[in-house]
């Protein structure tokens, strides 16, 4: 019996159902629309974060630029990380429950199909 004959441990599917779902048209497709997604968002987001560090050190006239009391625009940048952070993390669960998890959802179906 050869190792994608076997059955996979516990009460899953067996490992070639495995294999075949992973090279199914239906994962290929969720793995490309989630490298659209994450790719570019991480190089946005560490674009923005390298921009906010050169800034701080190479910038300090324009980071010390006070805005209102002791609050200066380093400050209100260094916020802004906090900011895009929660926003990439909204952006990213509406692309999810849009684009990624009804996908998601039907893979999982095919394969607790297969295993009942």
Do not use: C
Not at 5 to 18: H, N, R, T, Y
Not at 38 to 49: D, G, K, S
Request: proline share 4%; net charge negative.
């Amino acid at each position: 019996m050869s190792l994608t004959e076997q059955e996979s441990p516990g009460d899953g599917p067996p490992v070639d159902v495995w294999e075949e779902a992973h090279n199914s048209a239906e994962f290929q497709q969720l793995r490309s629309r989630l490298r659209r997604f994450v790719f570019p968002m991480t190089a946005l987001f560490l674009l923005w974060y390298l921009l906010y560090v050169l800034l701080a050190d190479y910038a300090h006239g324009f980071m010390s630029t006070k805005v209102v009391g002791n609050i200066n625009i380093g400050l209100i940048f260094g916020l802004l990380q906090f900011v895009s952070t929660f926003v990439i993390t909204g952006l990213y669960v509406r692309y999810a429950n849009r684009k990624l998890d009804p996908i998601a959802e039907k893979i999982r179906e095919d394969l607790e199909g297969v295993a009942k």
